[in-house]
């Protein structure tokens, strides 16, 4: 089973920066594509951005594009967040995709973490 491993949330204030990070277990994810997603209370789980395994094509959520920026290296994932509002508050999930690339559909994911709490007061 592999496991999926978000790190780097936090409480801040609006208009400051995060920077989360999700790495696998036996670094599984390195030929496939990488999605960040998130839900806050009440809320479906949506989708926040994707890159592909080499990190050349990335996918953005209209809310974020502009101030979100998700690259990868060999060892982990990351999501690039500055600008943030309070509205951006929620749990943030790593999902490794079932291909290459990756997409907005969460049926395209196989793996995912549990999640790391991302509040933004204002």
């Known amino acids: 089973q592999v496991q999926v491993t978000e790190s780097g949330g936090g409480l801040v204030q609006a208009g400051d920066s995060l920077r989360l990070s999700c790495t696998t277990s036996?670094?599984?994810?390195?030929?496939?594509?990488v999605g960040w997603f998130r839900q806050s209370p009440g809320k479906e789980r949506e989708f926040v951005a994707a890159?592909?395994?080499?990190?050349?094509s990335t996918l953005y959520a209209d809310s974020v594009k502009g101030r979100f920026s998700i690259s990868r290296d060999n060892v982990n994932v990351y999501m690039q967040m500055d600008s943030l509002k309070p509205e951006d508050s929620a749990v943030y999930y790593c999902?490794?995709?079932?291909?290459?690339?990756?997409?907005?559909?969460?049926?395209?994911?196989?793996?995912w973490g549990q999640g790391t709490q991302v509040t933004v007061s204002s």
């Open positions: 999902a490794i995709a079932l291909r290459a690339w990756g997409s907005t559909d969460r049926s395209a994911y196989r793996y």
């Open positions: 036996k670094r599984t994810h390195n030929n496939n594509g």
């Open positions: 890159i592909n395994w080499r990190g050349e």
